[in-house]
């Protein structure tokens, strides 16, 4: 008999598929992902990392300000920009975010049309949750979702594994 699979509910999911995108950040100090939803789709996705061109922290050293790396954009701002250039409306969509939004992030947010934000981390300093009480913006905090992906292809009887030493012959 086939084993029951551990589905994860639609929250569990994108906020899995957040942390998975986090994995791309690209400053030690903090590994951010965020995926904009709407109608249980995903709209686009972000985390934080340097300017198209720009070198990584990782390898060239972050840029510090007041205490903070501005060299990266955040993951809620890269998200949004990728829906800038794709002629993506976002008006209406929830954003699934690893941790709170800061400040800046916030009010982009806010201003973008996201009408819920979901997160399982706060952050140090923001005024995020103020911006978002004005703007009538919900935020639910969740548990933090297994880390772990479950894909047990030894358990699949459809899935036939792909020999790599004759694949690359
Ligand atoms: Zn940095
Ligand atoms: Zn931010």
Known sequence: MAKKSNRPSWDEYF????????????CPR?????????????????????IPGDGHCEDDGCVIVDNHCVRTNHAEINAITQCARH????????????????????KALI???IKEIVVFSDYHSTLATDFFKKANV????????AGNIQY????????????????NK
């Open 111 to 113: 201003a973008t049309g």
């Open 30 to 50: 903090m590994h951010v992902g965020c995926v904009l939803v709407k109608d249980k789709q995903i709209l686009a996705t972000g985390y934080n990392g340097s």
């Open 15 to 26: 906020l899995k598929v957040a942390m998975l995108v986090s994995e791309r950040a690209t």
């Open 87 to 106: 002629g993506i409306i976002t008006d209406g969509a929830k954003a699934y975010v690893t941790n709170m939004p800061c400040t800046t992030c916030s």
């Open 152 to 167: 047990d292809i030894d358990s699949y009887s459809s899935a036939k594994k792909i020999n790599f030493d004759e694949e």
């Open 138 to 145: 919900p935020i639910r905090k969740l548990p933090m979702p």
